[in-house]
């Protein structure tokens, strides 16, 4: 109960009090069984009451006897038939037991009432006005004012409604009840003066008639009103089903709307809007946005910021909406609620630039409450900000994009409103989006027909472009090359490291559609091990929804990745990502995902390149997925990375060389070719058998692949020799890297005792220094190692291997290396 009400209540029952004292004081007594048969009727006729519609009260006919005490009884009689009977009705056949608070505002209500009514009589008979029906008549008036003032205070300050709303409603067409009363209590009067006060008690069965007659008619409005309230819950339940039709498009908006409505409603009462405009604020609050069921469905789900073009699509839902709900015809201004909803307070909103209090109050609060709750909620895009962040949000947008009365208010109580609408949250069953009809395979029409696109609509692109589709190309190649030695994760990191050198980003995962999940196959860059252990459904976060409806998603937030930062012990610097769908012949195997430090890092350009590429790394990435399940390997997941196993062999060698010479001669960076050759490897052969020198050659090929970068190559091309590829190696670190290398592999030869020698040199060649193809660069690098090793040679600085294994020493594991 508000401060207001309190207050109100306490000075009626002051008032009533202190009158009522004052009577008694000057109790006289005058015809006492009179005044005691007046008084039992009176609490008799209380009985006889109705409830008056739209409001907790009712009426009863003992009002007639209160204006018969006022003209034949003294002023504390009076009072006290008034204080007996209003008691006796707020007592007999209640519908909840009253709460003192009532009972004494009640009593208190009908002293003042009654001493009013008694005043007006004894004022107007003084005036001479000697005509009784007159008098009784402005009695009646002064009653109906008093008493229809006093209970439509009290109901309009505790239901929070409007004073001239409640009287209006519920008081108002009581009149004419009042005036048959004044006719009663006349009739009365003659009776009395004409053959005495207890013949006239026989007027008490022409009141339960009024009262049979009142109580009929009323139940017949009652009725009417009930079917009022039938009709409008139907139409709230079709507005409901509309906002039903909403969520099946969005099914982030659901919650919202519920939520807004509590908010929008809340503040609608405060700032005092009438009933008609509350009614349409309600329905409003739930239709908003049914205009975006003209919005495509893959932008409303989009996790990522939307595009200009896209921005255009979603501004046509007010105006769709609005369109949509003047079909409907609403007893109350919906539309244009809808239609300004987006509007702003500085004329900078949309779809009609209107501005201030052009906007209606009812969209000017929606906007505030609409924009406040989205904030606060999780979407696609972005997480849910701290409901203080969202509030200050709006605050710092008061006076520019809404209303400051509207955002005084919501800053005000938001707190108390968010703990409402949280109570008042309802459970609902999303709607099926699964297919269930098996039938009907073929439309009557028939399958449309798709044209393939022409080769002129590609001509547009840049030459750096099909630089990058070419040298993708070779990868693929590469691949195929291949062939069944590459595990998937060897096969997806090959093009993982050629798509991170063509576009610049700070992690890149390549997803594997596998049983309604999208599964990390390839992760490389900041935050690899978090990528790795997230499993993504379709249709969820920027990779599911990617996967989910084949489209392109540019600088999006990767925190919305299920999974990804759910945990708040972890955390992420990764802040933008853009997430390409690799679709094979039988449609998505894939997401290509490229993640980023900085916030929009990747530009048109990007995006075009990697649209290039994509359709290569779908077809290779099938090729892969389709060998794995015919080998009837185990369901996809994050294969073991085993290095050894990426050693590439000659052809493979010589096709990345021409994919890293293409890309040098285009970008002009550098690259550097090694070749290692391991002189007296033939004698270890000789000696402890070709499984010794197998499982030696395999443990070096495994220390140097762990020593080159992600995208660097390391080949196995004979026997006793290895090539690496190094991109980007500055040239006049070469030599010194190499170097490395060579401690790499010589830490590798066990230790052991042995009498044979094992030398390990190593020959360098650049690009475009010492070659610019690869046959020229391989040449130059094996002169460089025929040139180191006859100087090792005669310095005796070559690496020994003393003694080797005993075979029996070699574990089973060592043995089956390949």
Known sequence: MSLAARAYIACTALAGLLLLSLSIAGWTGVQPVRFLCFLALGVVCSVWKVSLPGVTSTLSVNYIFVLIAASACDFPQTLLIATVGATAQSIFRAKARPQIVHLLFNASSAVVTSACCYAAYHFASRAKIDSTPLLLLMTASAYYLA???????????????????????????????????????????????????????????????????????????????????????????????????????????????????????????????????????????????????????????????????????????????????????????????????????????????????????????????????????????????????????????????????????????????????????????????????????????????????????????????????QEFQAVCELIDALGTSLAMEQALSFIGAYVKALVPCDCIAIYVIDEGMLVPQHVSGTDEALFRSIRIPLGEGVSGWVADTRRTVVNGNPSVEPGYLQNPTKFSILLSVTSIPLIGSAGVVGVLSLYSRSRDSFTADHVRVLNAVAAKAAIAVERVVELRRFRGTAPIGPAPIDPAARIADAGALLQHLEVELSRCSRTGEPLAVLILNLDGLKKVAERRGPIVADALVTKIGEALRHSCREYDLVAHLRTDEFVIALTGADPAAVRQRAGEFVRTAQDTVPAAIGDETLSIVAGTATWPADGTTSETLLAAADRDAYTNRRAFVTSREAAVLPKLWPSDTWNESVVSCP
């Not at 908003?288 to 073009?309: C, F």
């Not at 979603?314 to 201004?333: D, Q």
Request: net charge neutral.
């Open 147 to 469: 008493n229809s003032a006093s209970i439509s205070g009290v109901i309009g300050l505790t239901e929070h409604k409007k004073f001239l709303g409640v009287f209006r409603e519920s008081y108002l067409w009581t009149a004419p009840q009042y005036l048959i009363g004044a006719t009663v209590a006349a009739v009365f009067s003659a009776l009395s003066y004409r053959f005495g006060w207890d013949w006239a008690l026989l007027i008490v069965p022409v009141m339960f008639v009024v009262y049979g007659s009142y109580r009929i008619y009323l139940k017949r409005l009652e009725a009417e009103r009930r079917h009022v309230k039938e009709v409008s819950e139907l139409h709230l339940r079709t507005i409901e089903a509309l906002a039903v039709a909403i969520d099946a498009k969005d099914e982030t908006t659901h919650d919202h709307l519920q939520r807004v409505q509590v908010y929008a409603l809340a503040i609608a009462k405060e700032l005092g809007l009438g009933e008609g405009e509350m009614q349409a604020l309600q329905a409003a609050s739930l239709l908003h946005d049914i205009g975006k069921l003209a919005v495509p469905e893959y932008i409303l789900s989009k996790p990522g910021r939307l595009t200009p073009e896209e921005f255009e699509r979603v501004k046509i839902h007010p105006s769709v909406g609005a369109e949509i709900l003047e079909r409907v015809h609403f007893p109350y201004p919906v539309v244009p609620i809808v239609a300004a909803h987006h509007e702003k307070w500085n004329g900078t909103g949309y779809p009609n630039g209107l501005a201030g209090e052009q906007i209606p109050i009812g969209a000017r609060i929606l906007s505030a409450v609409d924009c406040f709750d989205a904030l606060a909620s999780d979407r696609q895009y972005r997480r849910a900000l701290p409901l203080d962040e969202a509030m200050q949000k709006i605050v710092e947008q008061a006076g520019t994009s809404f209303d400051p009365q509207v955002v005084h208010v919501l800053k005000r109580r938001y707190r108390e409103l968010e703990k409402v609408a949280h109570d008042a949250h309802v459970e609902t069953t999303k709607l099926s989006r699964e297919p269930k009809a098996g039938r009907a395979a073929v439309p009557d029409a028939g399958f449309v027909e798709i044209a393939e696109h022409s080769s002129e609509d590609r001509s547009r692109y840049a030459v750096s472009i099909a630089n990058a589709r």
